[in-house]
């Protein structure tokens, strides 16, 4: 079966809804921004440079396009991005590539080798895309531009700074400020007379990976925390992350306890796994292990381990079967040889089955349920996997968005990443390897790309439970490697803290705020009390095939779906009509107008029944 045959069997999969930015995802020149007078952006060729980005060098050569032929042009080279243009065809070919993106540059041929366009520079890029340029052979011709491409690519390796530190842009609001965590846990009813905040962590003392302001039982003493530290790998103590309103029940998360090969026990952390369950009353405090079975076991010779029966008696212990980090990067790129830069139609299904992607979502999604299910109907947990900072973060955040309705708001979702993913020490700079040359370095992994891809298979599956749309998480993607915004740098908040990330970078959320209504889902219903179950089965599972796959020329790339863009329309309309219905309403009550009055009134249903008319057929 085909592509194009899997394609029209599934409708879904084949309206690609989105292009973002054309063929150049972070290029500003198509963003919806390029046009703010407030970026005051210089020209580089045909796009707008960024307030801080320098051109560092331009050199004529051959882009070897594998969609089409050998492509003649220029290539501009900055501190932020790589830019070419052609010069010898009609139909305009361009690539604007963010620096960052880049995870390896290696030169190709030799000036012995024969064969035409066999000598220049390949770069793989971590956004599912390899480019290959060729250059003449004479005179060392690419020693200037590889030396360039992989001095800016990899600045951390070169002694300089990452392009976020440099980049002077402005904008209106500071999305620094999106989360606080003393707003975000009042939101959620804490502190109470079970749970407590402690800034026991206040100069990262307790643990250097987590945040300063925790929230922990209430029964539980700062000595305590002390001494159950000790007994959790990386000291990540388990802690709160959110809080069920109705039923007390919670999500809390931490790291594996160090039980080794001997079997050892900790009093005061059994006792505070105790506190924990017993805050809302539980019978049974319920402990996710991320891991299979088999890892957690392996994990017991490196000093690792998990909560046995007979030290944690009023707990169960459930394991999820999700696979490691090394897994994950294997998987991804498997997917990676299936979709560029050509899709091997004749065995598409079978190809995509054996690079396991859509299986390993599978586990992610089903745990997370099992994690939300358990909570709403009372009951708290603990989940962790080794260190509680990749498959931790991946079911902490899936569930909370299952079963908290603001997490699901564009805002929200801010709030969320802030919270469970930066502030909790997910390692960005180690799993993404911003600025690092290093690209077979053993801790990069698609953990966080994978959450993305499980949150678009719940917005597939609930389309108005949603208010931000597609867009929004493959801007996320794209500059969780562009070193352009601060907010996906360093691993930890402590390291953020002591480079000044907050004061020396913007916020992708600046970024973002202005101009939201691109992000927004207009099909968006607000359901303040509903819980999101999907369906983690492999029939209602897809590929996301306008992120996986969006280099390639066959995808269908529009803006937005016809019925979305129709969808919009309508409501500019309802708009237009409310706002004239409330402008009549205000000069017919207006006691001096009774002439006004009198001739509006028969028209004043009008809107009405135009608004009726509109929605009806839709």
């Not at 390899?130 to 011709?141: D, I, P, V, W």
């Not at 909560?307 to 998987?331: C, K, P, T």
Request: charge should be neutral; proline fraction near 5%; charged fraction near 25%.
């Amino acid at each position: 079966m085909s592509l194009v045959e899997v394609e029209e069997a599934n409708p879904v999969m084949a309206s690609a809804p989105i292009a973002p930015y054309n063929s150049s995802p972070l290029g500003n020149s198509s963003s919806p921004n390029a046009s703010r007078e407030s970026l005051k952006m210089e020209p580089l060729a045909d796009v707008a440079m960024l307030p801080g980005e320098e051109r560092v060098i331009d050199k004529d050569i051959i882009y070897i396009c594998p969609f089409n032929a050998a492509v003649k042009g220029k290539v501009f080279i900055t501190n932020y991005r790589l830019y070419f243009k052609n010069t010898d065809s009609e139909s305009p070919v361009t690539l604007d590539v963010p620096l960052g993106v880049i995870s390896r540059v290696e030169k190709m041929g030799g000036a012995s080798s024969r064969g035409e366009n066999s000598y220049g520079l390949e770069i793989t890029c971590k956004d599912m895309r390899n480019l290959r340029f060729a250059l003449k052979q004479e005179g060392h011709s690419r020693r200037d531009i590889f030396e360039i491409i992989f001095k800016y690519a990899f600045p951390l390796s070169h002694g300089m700074q990452l392009f976020a530190f440099l980049s002077q842009e402005k904008y209106e609001e500071n999305g620094w400020n999106v989360y606080e965590a003393m707003e975000e846990y009042r939101r959620q009813g804490l502190p109470n007379s079970e749970w407590r905040v402690t800034f026991i962590n206040k100069n990262y003392e307790l643990c250097d990976t987590y945040p300063t302001i925790l929230v922990v039982p209430f029964k539980a003493t700062e000595e305590d925390l002390k001494r159950v530290a000790t007994f959790r790998s990386r000291c990540r103590i388990p802690v709160l992350s959110w809080f069920h309103k109705e039923n007390h029940a919670v999500i809390t998360r931490c790291s594996q306890p160090l039980v080794g090969m001997s079997g050892k026990r900790n009093k005061d952390d059994e006792r505070y796994l105790d506190l924990i369950r017993e805050a809302n009353g539980t019978t049974k405090l319920t402990i996710y292990d991320a891991r299979p079975n088999v890892n957690a076991v392996a994990n017991k010779a490196t000093g690792g381990g998990y909560e046995g029966d007979d030290a944690y008696q009023n707990a169960e212990l459930v394991f999820l079967d999700i696979h490691n980090i090394h897994v994950m990067r294997e998987s991804l790129k498997k997917l990676k040889d299936i979709v560029y830069p050509n899709v091997e139609e004749s065995h598409w299904l079978s190809s995509l089955e054996s690079t396991h992607w859509l299986e390993h979502i599978k586990l992610v999604l089903s745990g997370a349920i099992q994690v939300a299910d358990k909570v709403s109907s009372g009951s708290s947990v603990v989940v962790h996997c080794s260190d509680g900072w990749d498959r931790t973060a991946q079911l902490t955040s899936l569930s909370m968005l299952m079963l908290d309705s603001y997490y699901r708001t564009l805002r929200g979702f801010q709030v969320l990443l802030e919270k469970e993913w930066i502030g909790f020490g997910h390692k960005f700079a180690s799993r993404i390897g911003h600025g690092d040359k290093n690209h077979a370095d053993q801790d990069r992994s698609p953990i966080f790309v994978q959450f993305i891809d499980c949150v678009w298979q719940m917005t597939k599956q609930f389309p108005t439970a949603f208010e931000f749309n597609e867009r929004l998480l493959v801007v996320i993607l794209d500059h969780l490697y562009s070193c352009r915004f601060g907010t996906f740098l360093y691993n930890c908040e402590s390291a953020r803290e002591s480079n000044n990330v907050r004061v020396k970078t913007v916020s992708l959320w600046s970024f973002v705020s202005s101009d939201a209504s691109f992000y927004v889902n207009p099909f968006y219903t607000p359901e303040s009390s509903r819980v999101l179950y999907p369906v983690a089965s492999m029939r209602h599972l897809e590929l996301w095939v306008t992120y996986y796959i969006r280099w390639n020329p066959r995808i269908q790339q529009q803006q937005q779906s016809p019925v979305e863009q129709r969808y919009k329309e309508l409501l500019v309309l309802r708009d237009q009509y409310l706002k004239k219905l409330e402008e009549l309403q205000l000069s017919d009550s207006a006691p001096s107008s009774t002439h006004l009055t009198n001739s509006s009134t028969p028209n004043a249903a009008t809107p009405n029944q135009h608004i009726t008319h509109l929605q009806t057929p839709f």
